[in-house]
């Protein structure tokens, strides 16, 4: 059984960093396409950005797009999300989710596991 715990989160001014962190304390994460969404209060869930299960392929929304960056260590088990320049609009609650799939994929539907979420909130 997979369960993923995220960690990371917080309260961070304008332009600032912070990186999350998602691991998995039930079973080895290596084979899953690993991916990060957010949702801000009244907004539906937006995907974020996700990794293949080597870590050769990644996709980003364009909203993030060159500010944050996906990786993963298979040996840890453990998926990361550097955020950087953060804006007030990135304030939002971010799940790490896990999927069964070949193919790096970027609907919620597609993942099978999710985490509990970590708040992410900027200052303007």
């Known amino acids: 059984q997979v369960q993923l715990v995220e960690s990371g989160g917080g309260l961070v001014q304008t332009g600032g960093s912070l990186r999350l962190s998602c691991a998995d304390s039930?079973?080895?994460?290596?084979?899953?396409?690993m991916g990060w969404f957010r949702q801000a209060p009244g907004k539906g869930r937006e995907f974020v950005a996700a990794?293949?299960?080597?870590?050769?392929?990644?996709l980003y929304a364009d909203s993030v797009k060159g500010r944050f960056t996906i990786s993963r260590e298979n040996a840890k088990n453990m998926v990361y999300l550097q955020m950087n320049s953060l804006q007030p609009e990135d304030t939002a609650n971010y799940y790490c989710?896990?999927?069964?799939?070949?193919?790096?994929?970027?609907?919620?539907?597609?993942?099978?596991?999710w985490g509990q979420g970590t708040q992410v909130t900027v200052s303007s």
């Open positions: 989710a896990a999927a069964k799939t070949s193919a790096v994929v970027t609907t919620g539907v597609e993942y099978d596991y």
């Open positions: 990794i293949s299960w080597r870590g050769r392929s990644t």
């Open positions: 039930g079973r080895t994460l290596s084979t899953y396409v």
